[in-house]
């Protein structure tokens, strides 16, 4: 069974950095995606970043050149680099996962599209993030 725990969520000023971690066990796939999502209130799911255990990256057009998505050598920590952080960057950040893969691309770990959400097939339960202008 995947799980997957996030941490690292706080309050921050504007301008400010955090990093989120996901904590992932049960992966036994050598192919696999993982990506950060984030709902702000009344707001739909958004892609923030993905990468694949082969490494390439991929990120929403509003995080580019701010937030850094990396996993550890084992592949067993994901980690949500976010930098220079806005007020519009407020939201609770979920971990994903998507297993099931038979290549392992950059095109296997999307975030860009709305519906890019329905094809991960695990979340963790979330950590907020507040930035505060």
């Known amino acids: 069974q995947v799980q997957l725990v996030e941490s690292g969520g706080g309050s921050v000023q504007s301008g400010g950095s955090l990093r989120l971690s996901c904590v992932a066990s049960?992966?036994?796939?050598?192919?696999?995606?993982m990506a950060w999502f984030r709902q702000a209130p009344g707001k739909e799911r958004e892609g923030v970043a993905g990468i694949s255990s082969d490494g390439p990256t991929n990120y929403g057009e509003s995080v580019k050149g701010r937030f850094t998505i990396a996993m550890d050598d084992a592949m067993k920590t994901l980690y949500l680099q976010m930098n220079n952080l806005e007020p519009e960057d407020t939201a609770s950040y979920f971990c994903a996962a998507r297993l099931g893969i038979y290549y392992a691309s950059r095109a296997d770990c999307p975030v860009g599209d709305p519906n890019d959400n329905s094809i991960y097939n695990f979340w963790g339960q979330g950590t907020h993030v507040t930035v505060s202008s």
């Open positions: 049960g992966i036994t796939r050598r192919n696999f995606c």
